[in-house]
Nanobody
Framework: QVQLQESGPGLVKPSQTLSLTCTVS??????????WHWIRQPPGKGLEWIGY???????YYSPSLKSRTSVSRDTSKNQFSLQLSSVTPEDTAMYYC????????WGQGTQVTVSS
């Protein structure tokens, strides 16, 4: 059974870098033809896709966030990570990691608040 678990600080100050890690169990992020995603949901708004990492290591980011986003992986730990720089209060959201395509598997999500 594939499981994903997000971890990282729940509070980040404006202008700093948000860093989250997704730990994967039950599947290897370095093999198989899956795509590993970061997605967020601001309060009162819909889901917003941030970016993904393919099993071969290639990445692709939302054009609106590309200049501030980096997704990387540590295959030895079976983890992939998100870094979002120069955050503002508008980056406050529930952040999810997920595996796709079908069947999609989501982590439980982690709340990140950007505030001084």
């Amino acid at each position: 059974q594939v499981q994903l678990q997000e971890s990282g600080p729940g509070l980040v100050k404006p202008s700093q870098t948000l860093s989250l890690t997704c730990t994967v169990s039950g599947a290897s992020i370095g093999t198989n033809d899956y795509v590993w995603h970061w997605i967020r949901q601001p309060p009162g708004k819909g889901l917003e896709w941030i970016g993904y990492l393919r099993y071969g290591g290639n990445t692709y980011y939302s054009p609106s966030l590309k200049s501030r986003t980096s997704v990387s992986r540590d295959t030895s730990k079976n983890q992939f990570s998100l870094q979002l720089s120069s955050v503002t209060p508008e980056d406050t959201a529930m952040y999810y990691c997920a595996r796709g395509p079908s069947p999609w598997v989501w982590g439980q999500g982690t709340q990140v608040t950007v505030s001084s």
